[in-house]
């Protein structure tokens, strides 16, 4: 790709149970400024709600949304299958939550052709809709929530380890046969990490920004984040030397949190305050920390609500307890037998 050349773009979309943003996200795929040719491939998976109905409906309507079926409802296979389905030279990964700017195809090609990069993405810039997403939105958007990768909380351009979502040439996907259907969750890293290991180049811009519409409610958000800790704990399985302190952070809390609370108790139990104070200092840290990071998101870089400014706290700890618990628990033999036979 080079020159004033826009190749046939494909987006490709894995969704289940999107009923409630389905129809936007593609209205805006739809609106895209694009130059060249573009199609939309959204793979369905079993859905409790009207997810199917709604991308058949936008499909029946636009000759250029194709929806094709992901009996598993495993996002790499949905993946997989709609990359199959598709035709374009130019591969674009989109999310069911993901609002993108009318600019955002177009803007990842160029970057492709200017960076001659494998993949190429940007900010995953969550916004909520109510007071509880908020608080999630910001706590998904700090240092503190998330650590300080360029895809969440900004940056400069330039290589990074992986991005959000990805707009790839078709033959770098080719080259590393495509996402890994064993890894459920945290694909998008692990696909990343084979392309660098072929030679390719990841590439981060802070020109390419995704609305991404985070969970909306605690149940969610901690189910959400204990899946992600459960796999990235699989990744360092099979790729130990990917394991970094930023992964570690989690779960080193949620286990000086859990010792200190039982030290704590022991220390209570027996009498002994100097053992009750030894314990208390995990958990009393971890809260004093929280309470700091709180106060210092809702206010930067804008004001929060004050109800969802008071969301903050309990959105940190869930984020940190449900990734570090899942993290320290990781896959079962059995399930890692269930994922590696697809």
């Known amino acids: 790709m080079s ?9 490709v979309m894995t969704v289940i149970n999107e009923e409630r943003h389905l129809a936007e996200v593609i209205d805006r795929l739809l609106q895209q400024d694009y130059p060249g040719e573009l199609d939309i491939v959204v793979a369905v998976g079993p859905s409790r709600d009207r997810t199917r109905d709604v991308a058949q409906q936008v499909a029946d309507s636009h000759e250029h949304v194709t929806v094709v079926d992901n009996p598993s409802g495993r996002t790499p296979a949905g993946l997989n299958a709609a990359i199959a389905a598709s035709t374009g030279e130019v591969i674009v990964r989109i999310d069911g939550h993901a609002m993108v700017p009318r600019d955002y195809v177009r803007t990842g090609v160029r970057v492709l052709q200017e960076t001659g990069a494998d993949n190429v993405g940007g900010i995953m810039a969550a916004e909520g809709t109510n007071d509880f997403e908020d608080a999630v939105a910001r706590a998904m958007t700090s240092v503190f929530g998330v650590g300080g990768a360029s895809f969440h909380v900004g940056g400069e ?5 992986t991005v959000y979502l990805g707009c790839f040439p078709r033959s770098a996907l080719d080259r590393v046969g495509g996402y ?10 692990e696909m990343n990490l084979r392309i660098r290991e072929s030679g390719g ?3 981060f811009t802070p020109e390419m920004q995704v609305t991404y519409r985070p969970r909306h409610t605690f149940r969610g958000l901690a189910r959400q984040y204990h899946d992600y800790g459960r796999w990235r704990r699989e990744v360092a399985r099979r790729h130990p030397d990917t394991l ?4 570690l952070a989690a779960p080193a809390a949620v286990s000086a949190v859990a010792l200190g ?5 022991v220390g209570v139990v027996t009498r002994h305050p100097a053992l009750t104070a030894l314990g208390l200092a995990a958990p009393v840290g971890y809260a004093l920390a929280n309470a700091a990071a709180s106060v210092l998101a809702s206010q930067t870089p804008t004001r929060l609500r004050a109800a ?5 706290p309990a959105v940190y700890a869930t984020m940190h307890g449900a990734w570090g618990l899942g993290f320290l628990r990781g896959l079962p033999a059995d399930e890692r037998g269930d994922a590696a036979g697809g």
């Open 180 to 189: 890994d259907e064993t890894m459920v969750r945290a694909q998008d890293w």
């Open 157 to 161: 351009a330039g290589p990074a380890l």
């Open 261 to 265: 609370v039982v030290v704590a108790g």
């Open 244 to 247: 970094s302190l930023r992964y």
């Open 201 to 203: 180049l990841i590439w």
């Open 308 to 312: 969802a400014a008071l969301r903050l």
């Open 3 to 11: 020159g004033t050349h826009w190749p046939r773009v494909s987006i």
